[in-house]
């Protein structure tokens, strides 16, 4: 009697092979992509900056600043109501960089916003500091 060989799998030599290929492929690659994500975080915030500044400048000029839920110069976190008048509100973001970020703007009535900063680096109007802090 001769017993037939049906090879239908792999062979051991071969899944190891295809494991380590795909480990040198993760440890290559899961560090650029780390560094991707914390990019992207850092132009998030950037971002919502510009927002913030938008919404408190479009106040000042429409001589709004009655409906401006925060103060110039005060610290306030994500989630906080920055402009509301009723038929519309602006909400400020969380900080995607760090936990319980806070955001500080400075603005006044004649000027607008000046600056504005996250978790004590400017953010706003020039973000270099910040993106030298935050971006690796």
Do not use: H
């Not at 975080?41 to 927002?51: C, F, M």
């Not at 400017?122 to 973000?127: D, F, L, Q, S, T």
Request: glycine share 8%; net charge neutral.
């Amino acid at each position: 009697m001769k017993k037939e060989m049906n090879n239908k799998g792999f062979s051991l030599v071969e899944l190891i092979i295809v494991i380590a290929i795909m480990a040198v492929l993760i440890g290559v690659l899961a560090p650029q992509y780390l560094k991707y994500v914390n990019n992207s975080k850092v132009s998030t915030d950037i971002t919502n900056a510009e927002s913030i500044a938008t919404a408190i400048n479009v106040a000042v000029a429409d001589n709004d600043t009655g409906s401006l839920s925060i103060q110039s110069g005060s610290a306030f976190a994500g989630g906080a109501t920055v402009y509301s008048d009723g038929t519309r509100t602006i909400i400020a973001p969380a900080c995607k960089t760090t936990a319980n970020g806070s955001w500080v703007v400075t603005f006044d009535t004649a000027n607008g916003v000046t600056a504005i900063t996250l978790n004590g680096v400017a953010i706003w109007p020039n973000a270099s500091t910040y993106e030298s802090t935050y971006k690796k």
